[in-house]
């Protein structure tokens, strides 16, 4: 995944701060790792190669240990966040089909995030709602009975909601303009 605009900086700079909070031994990889995830909000592969270095240990050890563990996630959280549940309930009345549906549309694999980092999708285990199964939970709200059909609408609400922003940033900056003139 490409790093965005200011990214690596802050990668280095929390890195090196983190460093200085720690041994340079093998026994503190995975609190490094728990300690870059809380700060960062995931795993970058930069930041996985500095902790290499750190450690004095080959990188490939740092990827295999950061992907063994679900606690990490190795893509970073999309600014929608889909978690579509794969408890019993949910798997059993269509939660996989409406999890391959979010993957058709949104282009992407679960665990992955739509390279302009609008949307990430994961799978989780039971959220607690299965009565509403198939389950989906949309930027912490529990949607329902989520058929392929219902898929489309999320979609498309969440892009009308971006829409929506759009508009009201160019607003602001027509007002702001107007101000300025004035
Ligand atoms: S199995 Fe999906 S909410 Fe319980």
Do not use: W
């Not at 929608?80 to 549906?101: D, F, P, R, W």
Request: aromatic share 6%; hydrophobic share 35%; net charge neutral.
């Amino acid at each position: 995944m490409e790093l965005l605009k200011g990214e690596k900086e802050a990668i280095l700079k929390h890195t090196k701060e983190i460093f200085q909070e720690f041994e340079a031994k093998r026994e503190n990889l995975i609190p490094i790792l728990q300690e870059v995830q809380k700060r960062l909000g995931y795993l970058p592969r930069l930041a996985m190669q500095k902790i290499a270095e750190f450690l004095g240990i080959p990188p490939v050890d740092v990827f295999a240990l950061a992907t063994f563990y679900n606690q990490f996630r190795l893509n970073p959280p999309g600014k929608n966040e889909i978690k579509v549940c794969m408890g019993t309930a949910c798997y059993m009345v269509g939660g996989k089909i409406a999890l391959e549906s979010f993957e058709r549309r949104l282009n992407i694999k679960e665990g992955q995030t739509t390279p302009d980092r609008e949307y990430s999708l994961e799978r989780v285990a039971c959220v607690g709602c299965c009565t509403l199964a198939p389950v989906v939970v949309v930027n912490e709200q529990i949607e329902g009975k989520v058929s392929p059909t219902r898929v489309d609408g999320i979609i498309l609400s969440l892009q009308g909601e971006k829409s929506k922003e759009g508009e009201e940033a160019n607003e602001d900056t027509k007002e702001k303009l107007k101000g300025e003139k004035q």
